[in-house]
C-alpha cells in the first residue's frame, strides 16, 4: 500500500471517531461517547468573553453534555467543516460547528489531537471554545 492510501486510510479512520463522537453528544450514547476518548484525556475550553481557559476532565465533560441533554429536548454539535491532519500516529482534526441548545445556536470550533493506541485512534485532548 502506498504512504499516500496509508495516510487517506488513517483520515478515514480518524474521521469515523469524530463522527461517532458528534453521534454520540447527538443521541447522548454516553458509553459510545467515552469510547471515543482516551481515558486520560483532558478538555480545554476557551471562555472567549473572559478571555480565559477551563481545563476539565474526561468525566466533568461527560457530566456536562449530560446536563444540557437533561436541561434540553435537543442538545446537538453540528460540524460544518472537518479538517483532518495526520502526522504518524498522531492524528489534529479541526471542527467548526454550531451547538444547538434548546432553541439557542452557539458557533465554535473544537481542534481534537488524537493518538493511535493500541489499534485504535482516541481523542487525547480536545480545545474548543464556543
Known amino acids: ?32 461517547f467515552r469510547e471515543t476518548f482516551h481515558p486520560k484525556a483532558n478538555i480545554q475550553h476557551y471562555y472567549v468573553k473572559g478571555d480565559e481557559i ?28 472537518i479538517e483532518i491532519s495526520i502526522v504518524d500516529h498522531l492524528a489534529s482534526v479541526r471542527v467548526a460547528f454550531s451547538f444547538v441548545m434548546g432553541p439557542r445556536t452557539m458557533d465554535g470550533q473544537d481542534l481534537f489531537n488524537l493518538a493511535l493506541c493500541q489499534g485504535e485512534w482516541k481523542i487525547i485532548h480536545k480545545s474548543y471554545y464556543l
Open 1 to 32: 500500500m502506498s504512504e499516500s492510501a496509508t495516510i487517506e486510510n488513517r483520515k478515514q479512520a480518524v474521521g469515523e471517531v469524530i463522527s461517532k463522537y458528534l453521534t454520540a453528544v447527538r443521541t447522548w450514547d454516553e458509553k459510545s
Open 54 to 81: 477551563k481545563t476539565i476532565t474526561l468525566d466533568e465533560f461527560v457530566g456536562s453534555i449530560g446536563s444540557l441533554h437533561a436541561k434540553y429536548d435537543n442538545a446537538e454539535e453540528k460540524a460544518r467543516e
